[in-house]
């Protein structure tokens, strides 16, 4: 007896829903967890762990911090690369701060708790932290000395033209001293919280100062990387922390140096990206050679 036209319609989709669901429901998993135990796989399937005694202490494959339980870095141990993923090298948050290189004014709201800074200010302070902990000199184009981004908001009498009649520093606030004293004889006010002064009729105006054009702070030492999730830092990073972690482990410098290349890669199928050091493994490395005094 031939089915009613609508019976056969839902028994077809049935059968359907129930092979999609053995092939890519059951059979498809399956097989993608027995090719994950594949020697020389395996470790990658299990997320790239790395034990110490017996203790998960991380992944080869996802970066982490190196810092105390207030957020200051560990000076014993090489620093990674800052992370935009939820509090840091976070994988359920992985993601970039969608800040790009217009981002250059702050949000100085009157409550501390909303203000946000720019991603200029951002990478001024980490170059200002970095400049402080290892030695040298942090200073960046377009950054202040103490460490925000150096924007002026120029106000000139016709709007975009004429004499300028007011100048702010609009990523400090008080007390600070303004980076520039006067601008084209104006003198320079600090910002005042709650007030967009672009909105007000301010001409955005970045100020390059007379910082070096190649920062002693690497790039990757300021900013994230896109997924915020990357467990390596460039060599020139690494090279830049040898002489701390070699000073504060009492241990030659030379030393430090050599684990350091050991613990380089290079470019993926030889010119693909760039060399990098994987920073976990290298501070495991230190603590079996050089154990902190």
Same mark, same amino acid.
């Given at each position: 007896?031939?089915?009613?036209?609508?019976?056969?319609?839902?028994?077809?989709?049935?059968?359907?829903?129930?092979?999609?669901?053995?092939?890519?429901?059951?059979?498809?998993?399956? /097989?993608?967890? @027995? =090719?994950? !135990?594949?020697? &020389? +796989?395996? %470790?990658?399937?299990?997320?790239?762990?790395?034990s110490v005694d017996?203790?998960?202490?991380?992944?080869?494959?996802?970066?982490?911090?190196?810092?105390?339980?207030?957020?200051?870095?560990?000076?014993?141990?090489?620093?990674?690369?800052?992370?935009?993923?939820?509090?840091?090298?976070?994988?359920?948050?992985?993601?970039?701060?969608?800040?790009?290189?217009?981002?250059?004014?702050?949000?100085?709201?009157?409550?501390?708790?909303?203000?946000?800074?720019?991603?200029?200010?951002?990478?001024?302070?980490?170059?200002?932290?970095?400049?402080?902990?290892?030695?040298?000199?942090?200073?960046?184009?377009?950054?202040?000395?103490?460490?925000?981004? /150096?924007?002026? @908001? =120029?106000? !000139?009498?016709? &709007? +975009?033209? %004429?004499?300028?009649?007011?100048?702010?520093?609009?990523?400090?606030t008080a007390p600070?001293?303004?980076?520039?004293?006067?601008?084209?004889?104006?003198?320079?006010?600090?910002?005042?919280?709650?007030?967009?002064?672009?909105?007000?009729?301010?001409?955005?105006?970045?100020?390059?100062?007379?910082?070096?054009?190649?920062?002693?702070?690497?790039?990757?030492?300021?900013?994230?990387?896109?997924?915020?999730?990357?467990?390596?830092?460039?060599?020139?990073?690494?090279?830049?922390?040898?002489?701390?972690?070699?000073?504060?482990?009492?241990?030659?410098?030379?030393?430090?140096?050599?684990?350091?290349?050991?613990?380089?890669?290079?470019?993926?199928?030889?010119?693909?990206?760039?060399?990098?050091?994987?920073?976990?493994?290298?501070?495991?490395?230190?603590?079996?050679?050089?154990?902190?005094?």
């Open positions: 007896m031939r089915l009613p036209t609508w019976l056969a319609q839902h028994l077809a989709a049935l059968r359907a829903v129930l092979v999609f669901t053995v092939l890519l429901g059951i059979a498809y998993p399956l /097989a993608m967890v @027995a =090719v994950g !135990r594949i020697p &020389g +796989l395996d %470790g990658r399937a299990d997320g790239s762990l790395i017996g203790r998960t202490v991380g992944s080869s494959l996802i970066g982490q911090s190196f810092t105390d339980a207030d957020g200051n870095p560990i000076v014993r141990y090489f620093q990674s690369r800052p992370s935009a993923a939820g509090d840091g090298y976070d994988p359920t948050s992985t993601s970039a701060s969608n800040l790009g290189p217009e981002s250059v004014v702050d949000t100085i709201a009157t409550d501390p708790e909303e203000s946000t800074q720019s991603l200029l200010t951002q990478v001024c302070a980490r170059s200002r932290a970095v400049g402080e902990l290892d030695g040298v000199d942090g200073s960046r184009p377009f950054c202040t000395p103490d460490g925000v981004g /150096a924007v002026l @908001a =120029v106000f !000139r009498a016709d &709007g +975009l033209t %004429g004499p300028v009649t007011r100048v702010v520093s609009v990523n400090q600070a001293t303004p980076f520039l004293a006067t601008y084209e004889g104006v003198p320079v006010e600090l910002a005042q919280p709650g007030h967009d002064y672009v909105a007000e009729g301010g001409i955005v105006t970045p100020i390059r100062g007379d910082a070096p054009a190649d920062p002693a702070v690497p790039a990757d030492a300021v900013t994230a990387s896109g997924s915020g999730l990357d467990p390596h830092i460039s060599p020139a990073y690494a090279e830049l922390q040898v002489n701390r972690v070699a000073r504060e482990r009492g241990a030659d410098p030379a030393a430090v140096r050599r684990l350091v290349e050991a613990h380089t890669t290079g470019r993926a199928l030889g010119f693909m990206g760039e060399p990098g050091v994987n920073v976990l493994e290298l501070n495991l490395a230190l603590d079996r050679e050089f154990p902190a005094r």
